[in-house]
């Protein structure tokens, strides 16, 4: 069982750039897939991206598409998520997810934060002037 505990956000300027991280523990990491959700006030959570067990692929959310880029470190347990280009309608609480049984090929599996076993906890992220 893996537990997962995210970093990173904060107040940034329209334009600006933030890097959230999640670090796992508690399980072999390199067997899950990391996806990142976030979730605005009054509305669903909702995918923005996901990586591989290996890293090698990755998948991202339309609206977040050329402007955030997901990663991770096997060796040291952690995920990343760079976002560059933020947007007013970036703001929302970002949460780390992952899951071992995942089949992420799937567009409607990962989009499904039903289908993720483990949670992180959130970081709020607010892209305002």
């Known amino acids: 069982q893996v537990q997962l505990v995210e970093s990173g956000g904060g107040l940034v300027q329209p334009g600006g750039s933030l890097r959230l991280s999640c670090a796992a523990s508690?399980?072999?990491?390199?067997?899950?897939?990391v996806a990142w959700f976030r979730q605005a006030p009054g509305k669903k959570r909702e995918f923005v991206a996901l990586?591989?067990?290996?890293?090698?692929?990755?998948f991202y959310a339309d609206a977040v598409q050329h402007r955030f880029t997901s990663s991770r470190d096997n060796d040291l347990s952690t995920a990343s998520l760079q976002m560059t280009s933020l947007r007013p309608e970036d703001t929302a609480v970002y949460y780390c997810?992952?899951?071992?049984?995942?089949?992420?090929?799937?567009?409607?599996?990962?989009?499904?934060?039903?289908?993720?076993?483990?949670w992180g906890q959130g970081t709020q992220v607010t892209v305002s002037s």
């Open positions: 990586i591989s067990r290996s890293g090698g692929s990755t």
């Open positions: 997810a992952a899951d071992a049984d995942l089949q992420y090929v799937s567009s409607r599996n990962r989009h499904n934060h039903e289908k993720y076993d483990y």
């Open positions: 508690g399980g072999t990491f390199s067997a899950y897939v």
